[in-house]
């Protein structure tokens, strides 16, 4: 069964400083791979995905994530941390066929003044 | 734009009453889903119908049954409430179950006492 894990449920980081949010995932075929956002009381909304066509994937508000086969990772980056950033981060991994997305447990991104 | 209409967005509930929950979308997306999400255990997948007329078990069916009632609407009754399923529900919608992009609602966060 595929899996998706996501290191750290919690990372704090200084506005203007790097951001590096950890996911790895579990799959016995080439999967689609997916970071979405949720800001405080809304829905999920999709940052970016990667479906085979290019390892780094650029996404909205100045997020990218590069697939690494070799490690099984697709972390996701930002050079710079806003304050706007401040919310809670969940990949995700599908195969190619009707199976639903399968979520990590998300990491909460805060960002310090 | 509407997308992914969710009600009610708060519920009260005591320990065996029942209610259901009630999502729309208007993108004309034929797959819908319900996710739950509680603290430390990210968004775990109830059901979900991959088109109109077809429902399956995701990961934590118990407790839940779902009526997929036209290409628009997929609700979610819990008969019997239990204190377990105190949470934050999403429904959420796609164009396929394999295309990845899903689209979530702003939830609903019911407490069952």
């Known amino acids: 069964a595929q899996s998706v894990t996501q290191l750290g449920s919690h990372v704090s980081v200084s506005e203007g400083a790097l951001v590096l949010l950890r996911c790895n995932y579990s799959s016995s075929v080439p999967p689609y791979l997916f970071w979405y956002v949720q800001y405080p009381n809304q829905g999920l909304q999709l940052l970016l995905k990667y479906t085979s066509a290019a390892t780094l994937v650029k996404g909205i508000n100045g997020f990218e994530a590069e697939f690494k086969k070799s490690e099984t990772s697709f972390h996701l980056t930002k050079p710079s941390a806003h304050m706007s950033d401040a919310a809670e981060y969940f990949c995700?991994?599908?195969?190619?066929?009707?199976?639903?997305?399968?979520f990590g447990k998300g990491t909460r991104l805060s960002v310090i003044a | 734009n509407a997308g992914v209409t969710q009600t009610p967005k708060f519920q009260v509930l005591k320990t065996g009453q029942s209610m259901t929950l009630q999502c729309a979308q208007d993108?004309?997306?034929?797959?819908m889903y319900w996710y739950r999400q509680d603290p430390g255990m990210g968004l775990r997948l109830i059901y979900y119908s991959a088109s109109e007329g077809t429902t399956d078990k995701g990961e934590v069916p118990n407790g839940y049954n779902v009526s997929r009632l036209n290409k628009r609407e997929f609700s979610l009754r819990l008969e019997s409430a239990a204190p377990s399923q105190t949470s934050v529900y999403f429904c959420a919608s796609s164009a396929g179950v394999n295309t990845g992009e899903l689209f979530f609602g702003e939830g609903s966060r019911l407490t069952v006492l």
């Open positions: 993108m004309n997306h034929n797959s």
């Open positions: 995700a991994v599908s195969r190619s066929g009707n199976t639903p997305l399968v």
